[in-house]
């Protein structure tokens, strides 16, 4: 679970942003950090029960994502994030698999492919016109759908992509510029036991989504 001091922490990190402060509450950014690791520790476990393609050995520290954020390109020069990133937890191709949120008020799980790019969009695209109705039954499913919400109200195109025509059943699917499912957890949610194991639950129902996915690029 998430400890309630790493939750103030980034609530204090958020209020507090910048180096001096951070410096002076170091050793509560590594309580933070060490609960964040362990926490990755158990997802880990509990997810490559699921998904094979999770490896259970991995080590949880390189799935913990670095607070501090680059601002060499931003127009925000804030140094720290405020939040706790955890992805890498599994070994699919390009920005898809699992991803995990921690933000005090703002946390979330995910899965899927992130805006895939050229090659990847145009292959999942065939596999969707060729294969509709795998992926229906995957996001249409009542608990998919409870979960996380109309699959298909992602950002989309604002046109037609190429190869396709506006009047194919599946042009709502077709358009999508993003393959995700989410799925928001409460403070008090993350801080229960077990959190672990409604994670586990979610991924368990993103799983299928990660399956097709992968199969249309590989």
């Known amino acids: 679970m998430i400890n309630l001091a790493t939750l103030d ?3 204090d990190l958020k209020a507090n942003n910048n180096r001096d402060w951070f410096v002076d509450h170091k050793d509560r950014y590594e ?10 520790a158990a997802v880990i476990k509990a997810l490559s029960k699921i998904d094979p393609h999770v490896q259970a050995g991995i080590d949880p520290k390189k799935c913990v994502m670095r607070i501090y954020r680059d601002i060499r390109f931003s127009k925000d020069k804030t140094p720290y994030k405020g939040h706790f990133g955890i992805h890498n937890l599994t070994d ?9 949120h921690i933000e005090p008020g703002q946390s979330f799980v995910g899965g899927g492919y992130w805006m895939p790019e050229g090659d990847h969009l145009k292959a999942i695209r065939q596999e969707i016109d060729y294969n509709a109705a795998d992926i229906k039954a995957i996001i249409d499913k009542p608990a998919f759908k409870r979960l996380f919400g109309e699959f298909r109200d992602q950002e989309q195109l604002k046109t037609i992509p190429n190869g396709y025509e506006a009047d194919n059943e599946n042009i709502g699917l077709l358009k999508l510029k993003n393959f995700a499912a989410v799925h928001s957890f409460t403070n008090a949610e993350i801080q229960k036991k077990d959190i672990v194991a409604k994670i586990a639950k979610v991924f368990e129902e993103i799983y299928p989504l990660q399956i097709f996915l992968n199969n249309a690029i590989v």
């Open 31 to 40: 309580q933070a950090r060490e609960n964040i690791i362990d926490f990755t």
């Open 9 to 11: 922490f980034l609530t």
């Open 92 to 100: 699919y191709k390009g920005h898809m698999g699992y991803y995990i």
